[in-house]
């Protein structure tokens, strides 16, 4: 099921945005599995393992998830009990929608807000795997929760302008 579109204005460019980025992010799953494919026929076949090329498969994997879970929500694919939602009236549905985009964007605030100094933290060290031969930069990754649930507030509140033109006729 679609989520509802927003319309034009700034939604409307929220939602078009999202959904290239998602489309985008999504080859990063043929490359994870090119990636694990590679690393277990290295390990299996050859006896050849290397620390960064199985770190580098999480190091794909996380922005995969963040913008994965706001691709989902454009795409009207997140969690919700539809079994419930689904015998709602229009007004009812577009309330849920509403309260679970006001929820969203408010979780998605205190996740940012508490991320950013582990974000600062790991870069004023410049925080490397503890692994040997592992990757460098680890506040990069680290970097892309708060980007990544900026991106997913920005989604949320997309949802919750469509829902509350929804409610408004």
């Not at 600062?120 to 490397?128: F, K, L, T």
């Amino acid at each position: 099921m679609n989520a509802p579109v927003s319309g034009g204005g700034a939604a409307g460019a929220v939602d078009r945005a999202i959904e290239r980025i998602g489309r985008a992010a999504s080859w990063l799953t043929l490359a994870i599995a090119a990636l694990m494919a590679v690393n277990v026929l290295l390990r299996y076949a050859f006896s050849i393992g290397s620390v960064w090329s199985q770190e580098l498969e999480w190091h794909l994997l996380a922005p995969l998830a963040l913008v994965g879970m706001t691709y989902a929500l454009n795409q009207g694919e997140h969690v919700r009990v539809d079994v419930l939602y689904a015998h709602y009236p229009a007004r009812g549905q577009a309330a849920v929608d509403l309260l679970a985009a006001l929820l969203a964007v408010a979780m998605s605030v205190l996740v940012i807000r508490y991320s950013i100094p582990y974000v600062q933290q790991s870069y004023a060290i410049d925080e490397i795997s503890a692994d040997p031969g592992g990757l460098k930069y680890r506040w990069a990754l680290k970097a892309l929760i708060p980007l990544g649930f900026a991106l997913f507030a920005l989604q949320a509140a997309s949802q919750g302008v469509a829902a509350l033109r929804r409610l408004r006729g």
